[in-house]
């Protein structure tokens, strides 16, 4: 058993994927439950959105890097 301790590039982006859907999920939490508030901070909200997307397109571009090319 020659297990390497080292992690492969694949690995690696796919520890990366499930941290950054981890980090999705959670500010989707937040953000449905800073929208059910009261006093709801639009600001903070747009924040919170536009940090979203930006962990969207982070997991979109790691995505397509783990899917292998594949020519027709």
């Known amino acids: 058993m020659n297990a390497s301790p080292e992690l492969n590039f694949d690995e690696m982006l796919r520890i990366r994927l499930g941290v950054l859907k981890r980090e999705h999920r959670d ?11 009261v006093r709801a901070d639009a600001l903070t909200l747009r924040r919170l959105k536009k940090q979203k997307l930006l962990l969207k397109d982070q997991i979109v571009k790691i995505e397509d890097q783990l899917i292998p090319d594949i020519i027709a």
């Open 27 to 37: 500010l989707d939490d937040a953000i449905h439950a800073l929208g059910e508030s």
